[in-house]
């Protein structure tokens, strides 16, 4: 705390405003990492159980079964977004199929690009998807107004 002068300040300032009342400021000491797991441990429920963290076919995203040309002229919705920010850039892209199945798609960028790009590529991302998939009739959702008013030619 000492190394910021912006805090040493500002502690200064609530010191001298907390002087006129008969508060007096302390600094919180720091509380060691086992005496809160010591303190969480001693209470400790009796019927707790563990949690089972086995899943099988956890690289399994989805199981349909589609009897062929059933669903084809039914639509299928794409829904789309992506963001830019000091973190990174990702994207992501959920098709839903006409009897409620979800099959997600995300990414991260390796390049840098703003919001409306990371869109673009998001919707990009999902479009791609469909047409593997061979997915006839597509209804495309998305947060951004200059995507979606692009797509409809608008």
């Not at 840098?112 to 061979?134: F, H, P």
């Amino acid at each position: 705390m000492m190394e910021s002068t912006t805090l040493n300040g500002r502690m200064a300032r609530w010191q001298i405003l907390l002087s006129e009342f008969d508060i007096v400021y302390v600094n919180q000491k720091a509380v060691k990492g086992s005496a809160i797991a010591d303190f969480l441990a001693s209470r400790a429920l009796e019927d707790y159980e563990l949690l089972n963290f086995d899943f099988p076919n956890e690289d399994l995203m989805c199981v349909a079964t589609i009897e062929e040309g059933a669903l084809e002229e039914l639509p299928w919705k794409l829904n789309f977004d992506g963001a830019s920010n000091a973190v990174g850039n990702r994207i992501g892209a959920v098709l839903v199929s006409p009897n409620g199945d979800h099959f997600l798609f995300t990414s991260k960028l390796d390049f840098d690009c703003t919001n409306n790009m990371a869109e673009y590529e998001a919707c990009i991302m999902g479009v791609r998807a469909a047409i593997e998939c061979k997915i006839k009739v597509l209804e495309v959702y998305g947060d951004s107004a200059l995507v979606i008013y692009q797509l409809k030619g608008e």
